[in-house]
């Protein structure tokens, strides 16, 4: 069992950063496959990013590529998310997921086993 719990989120401008971290409980984090995703009313949660159990792989959505970076530190359990060149149509809820790898890249929902509650993130123009 693992339990995840995302801070970080909250207001930023257009143009600018916030950096989202994602705390998991247990002993068993460096097994799993981490991602992020995120979810704006009345749309799907869409995929975000995803980090390899060692971190040696990464995969990010084409609409944050080169401003979004996913890591990990699994000596404190946690993976972070910093957001630069934040747009408008960042605005979303963003979820954290852990995934037992079963194949790579997990890009869908459904192979996701635990989620965090999500954080708020609104980029204003």
């Known amino acids: 069992q693992v339990q995840l719990v995302e801070s970080g989120g909250g207001l930023a401008q257009a143009g600018g950063s916030l950096r989202l971290s994602c705390a998991a409980s247990g002993r068993t984090f460096s097994l799993y496959t981490m991602g992020w995703f995120r979810q704006t009313p009345g749309k799907e949660r869409e995929f975000v990013a995803a980090?390899?159990?060692?971190?040696?792989?990464?995969k990010y959505a084409d609409s944050v590529k080169g401003r979004f970076t996913i890591s990990r530190d699994n000596a404190k359990n946690t993976v972070y998310l910093p957001m630069n060149n934040l747009k408008p149509e960042d605005t979303a809820v963003y979820y954290c997921?852990?995934?037992?790898?079963?194949?790579?890249?997990?890009?869908?929902?459904?192979?996701?086993?635990?989620w965090g509650q999500g954080t708020q993130v609104t980029v204003s123009s």
């Open positions: 980090i390899s159990p060692s971190g040696g792989a990464t």
């Open positions: 997921a852990a995934a037992q790898l079963r194949r790579w890249p997990p890009l869908r929902t459904y192979e996701y086993d635990y």
